[in-house]
């Protein structure tokens, strides 16, 4: 999320955490009956508003480990290669909790890494070949955690871990991407030391897992509030959609802040911008994903003003980018961050929840479900929903609220 809208309401967020407070080396479990499966009946799962979406379990901040003052935001996930057991890595303010999800029901913090300075709002995980890759922003000297996941194997009592490896070459950044088919990350919104790369893409070489290199920047100077070329968030992949131009190159999509730009960055040493497309009503270009068949890119403007809304891009042809849908949600809730899983958007929307669309048809979605986990109103702002995982192969998806805690959710079509 933007820090310039974080701010002001932050502060109030922190204030309504409740919770009595918890032991850090001995959280709870959920198992006092937060962690029954609760089917969403009659537009409930208990207290929660719903639609086609079940609540398998809550985890409350206490749960979790945090102690007052603390809340959520990002998320990801991670499946141990050995034993298919799937974890939830929970950002929170002050770190990053490791979820053991072996028992979706009853879900079990397992550890937590402290972050590498001073708490924060803003917190951004990845994962790459086990190891997970922890970025903090308005964070000066953070710069990359590394935390070896095969750690967790075996964790059954809460256990504080440290870092196993750092990267430098970065200090303060809001978010980190990385594309698993080339070992590439991307470090995106730079700031506060370090090579900042003008906020735009810091390339980094993961082939050595816990000490990575840097590989190169790319900023297109034409988009940005700073015209510096800002990137809020950045989906790169190995291009394989309907442009035959670029068939096998790396592409990435970023979300600038006043648009959404396109680069060739199979180069690092050379990146090309390809181009950029914005539109009359742009409020903050904050996140977005390519369709599983690349030809479309849907993306969430974060301070968009009325109903609820996602856009779609027409992708056809890199270089000229065609707006050819802007879907409104059923409510004014923020936009946050969406992630594409086969025909199905999954869409953290603040206030409102998680929302679920159909884009069998991309340039038609139609609403597919939601999980309401704010209930006390669905208005725009900035608490509720930050971020969802749905990419386990069980099914479940992982949704962190902010002062509502850790939600395991299954979607029914």
């Not at 502060?11 to 009595?20: L, Q």
């Not at 917190?123 to 086990?130: E, L, P, T």
């Not at 050379?270 to 599983?292: K, L, R």
Request: proline share 6%; aromatic share 10%.
């Amino acid at each position: 999320m933007t820090k310039l809208s974080r701010v002001g309401a932050l502060a109030a967020g922190a204030i309504m955490v409740t919770g009595c407070g918890s032991d850090p080396t001995g959280p709870g479990t959920g198992d006092d009956g937060s962690s029954s499966i609760i089917p969403c009946i009659g537009g409930f799962a208990g207290t929660f508003p719903c639609n086609r979406i079940d609540l398998i379990a809550n985890l409350s901040l206490s749960d979790l480990g945090a102690p007052p003052g603390v809340i959520l935001n990002d998320l990801w996930g991670w499946t141990d290669p050995s034993n298919g057991r799937e974890y939830a890595l929970v950002a929170r303010t002050d770190g990053v909790t490791f979820v053991n999800l072996g028992d979706p029901g009853h879900p079990r913090a397992v550890g937590h890494l402290p972050s590498a300075t001073a708490p924060t709002s803003w917190r951004d995980v990845k994962v790459y070949q086990n190891h997970a890759y922890i970025v903090a922003d308005a964070s000066p000297g953070h710069g990359i955690q590394i935390f070896d996941l095969t750690r967790l194997r075996g964790v059954d009592l809460f256990t504080a871990f440290t870092e196993d490896g750092h990267y430098s070459g970065v200090s303060s950044v809001h978010n980190i991407a990385i594309n698993e088919a080339t070992g590439f990350a991307y470090a995106t919104g730079g700031n506060s030391g370090g090579i900042t790369c003008g906020g735009g893409l810091h390339m980094i070489d993961l082939t050595d897992l816990t000490n990575p290199s840097f590989a190169g920047c790319f900023a297109d100077a034409t988009t940005g509030r700073s015209s510096t070329g800002y990137t809020h968030d950045v989906q790169c992949v190995i291009y394989s959609g309907p442009d035959a131009d670029y068939t096998g190159q790396e592409i990435c999509v970023g979300s600038n802040e006043t648009a959404i730009s396109v680069a060739d960055v199979t180069n690092k040493g050379s990146p090309i911008a390809v181009s950029t497309a914005t539109y009359p009503d742009v409020g903050y270009v904050h996140q977005g994903w390519f369709a599983e068949d690349q030809q479309y890119f849907f993306q969430n403007d974060e301070l968009d003003v009325g109903l609820t809304q996602m856009l779609v891009w027409d992708m056809t042809d890199l270089d000229d980018p065609i707006l050819i849908d802007e879907h409104l949600g059923p409510t004014g809730a923020t936009d946050h961050n969406m992630y594409v899983k086969g025909s199905l958007v999954f869409h953290s929307n603040y206030h409102f929840g998680i929302r679920v669309l159909d884009v069998s048809d991309p340039t038609s979605p139609l609403e597919a479900g939601f999980f309401d986990t704010h209930p006390p109103d669905d208005a725009w702002g900035f608490s509720g929903s930050w971020s969802n995982y749905p990419y386990y192969d069980s099914g479940i998806v992982a949704v962190t609220s902010a002062e509502e805690g850790l939600f395991i959710l299954r979607h029914r079509p």
